[in-house]
Nanobody, 128 residues
């Protein structure tokens, strides 16, 4: 069983920054794909970013490219999402997720059904 706990959410003004953390327990996640998704009120949950376990390659949604950066610390079994230049449209609940299939491809990391475990989410609110 894997537990994922997000933290670091909060309220910030447009242009500000936040760093989200996702701490994993129950299993070492250094070799699997980890992803961040978000869900705004009244909208579908959408892909934000993912990081490969094998080589650390990353992938970011076009809407956050250049502003958000996913990273991980294998020693801490933790994945991060650094969010800069935040916009009101970034307001959402942010979820981290783990794909435990060692054969998964980062190119498929935007698909929610690829992921086996999800955190409870952390709220990010950006005011204008």
């Amino acid at each position: 069983q894997v537990q994922l706990v997000e933290s670091g959410g909060g309220s910030v003004q447009a242009g500000g920054s936040l760093r989200l953390s996702c701490a994993a327990s129950g299993r070492t996640l250094s070799s699997v794909i980890m992803g961040w998704f978000r869900q705004a009120p009244g909208k579908e949950r959408e892909f934000v970013a993912a990081i490969s376990g094998s080589n650390g390659n990353t992938r970011h949604a076009d809407s956050v490219k250049g502003r958000f950066t996913i990273s991980k610390d294998n020693a801490k079994n933790t994945v991060y999402l650094q969010m800069n230049s935040l916009k009101p449209e970034d307001t959402a609940v942010y979820y981290c997720a783990a794909d435990l299939n060692y054969n998964s491809d980062l190119r498929q990391s935007h698909r929610q059904y690829e992921y086996d475990y999800w955190g409870q989410g952390t709220q990010v609110t950006v005011s204008s």
